[in-house]
């Protein structure tokens, strides 16, 4: 497993709650830079490497370096994000809002629009011997 990244902030290193909550919120800025820019691997080396959700996410990225794309901003806005430790697992939950946003070429061309909307996603973390890391991110669906 590679070292755990120099660049978390201290406070996404505390091992209480409010670590948790600030580790996820950085963990989102991390997956916002590596869509945006594009940049790849940067989100697998906050996660554990059995994470399949974590390698979906950075799997976008790769693709979007490959063919040369980058959203046009932040592809997601945290609406609150709230940890909680259940049966010694520490979960954060997050409400987002997917932002109506493009995927732009090289070029700047337009070669998909992405509408607005609202999820939750909960993740699963694990303490490493540094710091956070993601085991599971799952969406949240309503039930009604």
Do not use: N
Not at 66 to 78: L, N, V
Request: aromatic share 8%; charged share 20%; with cysteine.
């Amino acid at each position: 497993m590679a070292p755990y990244p120099t660049d978390v902030p201290a406070a996404a290193r505390a091992h209480d709650v409010a670590g948790a909550e600030a580790f996820v919120s950085y963990w989102l800025q991390q997956l916002s830079y590596s869509w945006t820019t594009p940049a790849s691997p940067v989100v697998s080396r906050l996660c554990l490497p059995t994470s399949k959700s974590c390698a979906a996410y950075e799997q976008t990225a790769a693709e979007l370096v490959r063919d040369g794309q980058h959203y046009s901003g932040p592809p997601a806005t945290a609406l609150s994000v709230v940890a909680l430790t259940t049966e010694g697992v520490m979960r954060v939950l997050v409400r987002y809002r997917q932002e109506p946003r493009s995927v732009l070429d090289r070029e700047g061309k337009v070669v998909e629009k992405v509408g607005q909307a609202d999820g939750r996603l909960e993740f699963a973390l694990e303490r490493g011997a540094d710091g956070w890391l993601v085991g599971l991110i799952r969406e949240v669906k309503d039930s009604t």
